[in-house]
């Protein structure tokens, strides 16, 4: 995926040993790899909808296409940026030492909100794939109290810290893979390969189409927000990474190949849930029913993984000084107990939505926060060409550019297809984070909050020009 130059986390001087109280427990290969799996996919469960919208073709091309359009340029550049900056701010320092202190608080804002919509989805389509066997979860008071209850259960995973996060995800992800090779096996006999290649480019639904494939393999840049808790990031992250991405594509086509070449094409009946008729007419019964189970784990993981990413990101703007101190307190189990608390509430607040307003105002939120890591990115290149970069990319200052249009134009493609309630919700939800900066500094000024600066996070800005200046010199 690129580079590894050797060079040790210069940029904003030498990262110090843990501070006391925070737990020395850290992320490893492997735990890391099934984090980022269920950041990103957690499954083929959700891909069904390119079929419904474009056909077989066209879903199996996308999701072999797509990756090289924007997962990887996304990973690569997590890459580089994570192990340039191995703190749990993430993003938000890539933009904020590139952009300045205010769009560093922007990013920060629009990811943390698209995390915690994104999260919500996660309990719903849990109770959704339960309410089979369990029909009172389905609706009405019992379902708001499964809902409560599941986030409280999941909500203490993370609490108890990461080292058991990502041995959970490890469990579910084999848990939630293994019926899908099952289900391989027993279709090979039936496999007819003409039914790959059927398409219908006059009657493709695009806008589902391309939100089905933006949904289902963006949030890469996520894991950033535990660089500060990864084992060796400048060779765990970028190696993670790397498996991350072939596991996401294996655990989509694979499945698809199987579920388009199998059974008889029916693209109305290919809708969220369609993978489990198809193990029923494969498998039978104990197939269908394994299918929803190892579903109902695969949301459990990616909840786990997202509320990760999301309260350690609050903790990480905490120890930047752009949130008030309270939101860098640690349990003692090392987790941020603040930013959990945070965001379970707002998970719990938005698990009304529909699935469909759920992903349509996440990838609004999403684009704006990665136009400005592409910006971030392509500055950092030019403000900062000597800067230590562990992992870097093997592309000079153009190549970054090319590296960002694929994706840029695809996200405004995105964009273009937005309805208009979508836009007006997403664009009122940035509007209250362009006023928030402003007010959370002068609470600052006037001292009705504390904030501060973790002393164990350098001078982003004054060591990169040392860097600069020592190379010129």
């Known amino acids: 995926m690129g580079e590894y130059d050797g060079s040790e986390y210069v940029v904003i001087d030498e ?44 879903a199996l091309l996308g999701f072999l296409v797509f990756p090289f359009i924007w997962s990887i340029p996304e990973a ?23 952009l300045g202190p205010f769009w560093g608080f922007q990013q920060g804002w629009v990811k ?7 999260n919500a989805l996660y309990p719903v389509l849990f109770l959704d794939y339960l309410k089979s066997g369990f029909p009172a979860v389905g609706h009405g008071f019992p379902r708001v109290l499964a809902v409560l209850a599941l986030t409280i259960v999941l909500t203490y995973m993370n609490y108890r810290g990461l080292t058991i996060v990502g041995w959970v995800a490890i469990l579910l992800g084999i848990s939630s893979l293994l019926p899908f090779a099952v289900m391989g096996l027993i279709s090979i006999p039936k496999l007819r390969p003409g039914r790959w290649l059927v398409a219908d480019i006059h009657h493709v639904d695009w806008n589902l189409y391309l939100n089905t494939l ?14 500060g808790e990864v084992e060796n990031p400048k060779k765990t992250l970028p190696k993670s990474l790397f498996y991350a991405v072939i596991l996401v594509v294996v655990s989509y086509f694979i499945p698809l190949l199987v579920g388009t070449g199998a059974v008889p094409l029916q693209r109305d009946e290919w809708t ?16 269908r029913w394994w299918i929803q189970a190892a579903a109902a784990m695969s949301n459990m993981g990616m909840f786990v993984a997202e509320m990760s990413s999301d309260s350690f990101q609050l903790l990480g703007m905490a120890e930047r000084g752009m949130l008030p101190e309270f939101f860098a307190k640690r349990s003692r189990y090392g987790t941020p107990l603040i930013g959990i608390l945070f965001s379970a509430s707002g998970v719990f607040l938005l698990s009304w939505m529909s699935f469909q307003e759920i992903v349509a105002a996440e990838n609004f939120l999403y684009c704006f926060g990665m136009i400005l890591e592409f910006i971030a990115f392509v500055r950092l290149r030019y403000k900062y060409p000597n800067a230590s970069r562990p992992y870097k990319i093997p592309v000079g200052n153009i190549g970054s550019i090319l590296i960002c249009t694929p994706p840029t134009i695809l996200i405004c493609a995105v964009l273009a297809f937005s309805s208009l309630k979508v836009m007006i919700v997403s664009l009122i939800a940035v509007v209250i984070g362009l006023v928030m900066h402003p007010c959370l500094k002068h609470f600052e000024k006037k001292r009705w909050m504390k904030f501060s600066i973790s002393s164990d996070l350098p001078d982003i800005q004054a060591t990169a020009r040392e860097s600069t200046e020592t190379f010129i010199a």
């Open 214 to 227: 933006f949904w289902n393999l963006n949030y890469w840049d996520s894991i950033s927000t535990l660089a």
């Open 272 to 287: 969220d849930g369609y993978f489990s008729d198809i193990a029923k007419m494969l498998g039978g019964a104990w197939l």
């Open 15 to 58: 990262v110090p040993p843990p501070r006391a109280g925070h737990s020395s427990r850290k992320v490893s290969v492997l735990p890391l790899v099934f984090l980022i799996f269920y950041e990103v996919s957690g499954g083929p469960f959700g891909v069904e909808d390119s079929v419904n919208a474009a056909g077989p073709l066209l």
């Open 112 to 118: 943390w909100l698209s995390g915690v919509i994104d």
């Open 76 to 98: 690569l550049i997590t890459a580089e940026m994570g192990t340039m900056f191995p703190e749990n701010s993430g993003y938000v320092v890539w933009v904020s030492s590139a």
